[in-house]
């Protein structure tokens, strides 16, 4: 069955424009998570979606940072007033937890490449 | 404090050499996950693996193979004849209650380079 799709694959915009980056879950996948990885680094947890529930936005690393999720499927995660410091890949995985949504395994896009002159 | 501590940056070995990650981690819970992915050049991350806290059993899959110790808190992960598809970061990951919920701990990451 089809993967989890992002897009767009690269984004290049000039600081301070609005982006917005899509995130196409596995079908069924109740949950969906998106992450930042900057060049040669971990995962940054930035928000995560289960089912109805309100989304955990903790990660958000400030209000410039927002994400939704429409119908329980696709999402999109926005970025206003970009900065060169959001420059990174945006990783979307999305996942079916029978239990706690952080105890199953997740599945991931490919990412989207932000990268901002 | 949950931490989960990948302690090889990079590491570099010949084709058919075995190689192992460490994975150590810290947590209070006594019930928690373990998990393994690859992330190879093209940056998808790829799911290798899940270990719950009470299952100890090490676990082979075909040239993989992971080796959970409670006793030292660590789950390491052995590639035996290495290719050079192995090249990838390889990451593991703690999901454990912290802060009044569970939460996904990922280390920093090893970057394996398989030379031919």
């Known amino acids: 069955g089809a993967g989890v799709s992002q897009s767009p694959s690269n984004k290049v915009t000039e600081k301070g424009k609005d982006v917005e980056l899509r995130c196409d879950p596995i079908?069924?996948?109740?949950?969906l998570y998106w992450y930042r990885q900057s060049l040669g680094q971990g995962l940054e947890f930035l928000i995560y979606?289960?089912?109805?529930?309100?989304?955990?936005k903790s990660g958000l690393p400030s209000d410039r940072f927002s994400a939704e999720r429409t119908g329980g499927s696709v999402s999109t995660l926005t970025i206003q007033r970009t900065q060169q410091e959001d420059s990174a890949v945006y990783l979307c995985?999305?996942?079916?937890?029978?239990?706690?949504?952080?105890?199953?395994?997740?599945?991931f896009g490919p990412g989207t490449r932000l990268t901002v002159t | 404090a949950q931490k989960v501590t990948q302690a090889q940056t990079e590491i570099s070995v010949v084709e058919k050499e075995d190689v192992t990650l460490d994975c150590v981690y810290e947590?209070?819970?006594?019930?928690?996950?373990l998990f393994w992915y690859k992330q190879p050049p093209s940056g998808e991350l790829v799911f290798l693996i899940r270990r719950n806290s009470f299952d100890e059993q090490n676990e082979i899959s075909g040239r993989y193979s992971w080796n959970f110790q409670k006793s030292t808190s660590s789950f390491n992960f052995t590639i035996t004849a290495s290719q050079v598809v192995d090249s990838a970061v390889y990451f593991c990951a703690l999901s454990a209650y912290m802060d009044s919920n569970y939460q996904l701990i990922w280390g920093a990451g090893t970057k394996l380079i398989i030379k031919p």
């Open positions: 979606f289960q089912g109805n529930s309100a989304p955990d």
């Open positions: 079908s069924g996948h109740t949950a």
């Open positions: 995985a999305s996942s079916s937890p029978s239990g706690g949504v952080w105890s199953y395994e997740q599945y």
């Open positions: 947590t209070r819970d006594t019930t928690y996950y």
